[in-house]
């Protein structure tokens, strides 16, 4: 069974998401995400951050605590440390919302993921996004209704997007334009491949929340 590594940020997350975890899986809870897990009913197994939100003692089992004065976020030391544990696969929930430069940071972050030969995930209750790096990925439709293909470095090329309302076959997408935004499944999967560079995949369930 696969092991996977569940990180929870300070954001508030009402997802429906399935958390049937099993043994192999981890549960760290990024500084303010210990509120959010247990507001969900998941119980962390480790607290990491610098516990400006929320106070080490509020946190129940292990706790990792670092001074505010450094350079990675609380999410990037959540991520590092997943990793340090022998994870790569990756689910984030709660770090979209509130302040703008923090989401930004948080879909970073998910870069780091992917450059780390990882998988990232970052969900809310109306996204699921992710990175891609060069290779055929299928993305299920699972009540999203847009799926938003961005381009993550200066040119991605040999771009085929299949089973969406907007096909692609061998396109290019650039840094620069949004080509690639507010695209529709035609079926319950599509299929995206990417012969150089990298993209960023976001699903979206409505318009707004």
């Not at 699921?128 to 790096?133: D, I, P, Y």
Request: net charge negative.
């Amino acid at each position: 069974m696969s092991k996977r590594c569940f990180i929870f940020g300070g954001y508030p997350c009402n997802s429906t998401f399935d958390f049937s975890l099993s043994d192999n899986d981890m549960v760290i809870c990024a500084d303010g995400g210990v509120r959010l897990a247990e507001s969900l009913g998941v119980q962390p197994k480790l607290a990491v951050g610098d516990f400006d939100t929320v106070s080490v003692k509020d946190c129940c089992g292990n706790v990792e605590c670092y001074p505010p004065e450094k350079d990675d976020t609380d999410m990037m030391i959540a991520v590092k440390t997943g990793f340090r544990l022998g994870y790569k696969d990756f689910i984030i929930l709660g770090g979209i919302g509130g302040r703008l430069d923090h989401t930004f940071a948080n879909i970073q972050t998910l870069n780091y993921i992917a450059d780390n030969d990882g998988k990232g995930l970052l969900i809310s209750d109306n996204e699921a996004v992710t990175v891609q790096l060069p290779e055929a990925a299928v993305y299920y439709k699972e009540g999203y209704h847009y799926i938003s293909v961005f381009s993550m470095t200066d040119i991605c090329e040999g771009v085929y997007l299949k089973g969406l309302k907007y096909p692609l076959e061998n396109g290019v997408l650039s840094a620069g334009f949004p080509l690639g935004i507010s695209n529709e499944f035609l079926s319950e999967k599509c299929t995206i491949e990417l012969k150089k560079g990298k993209l960023l995949i976001i699903r979206s369930k409505s318009d707004s929340i």
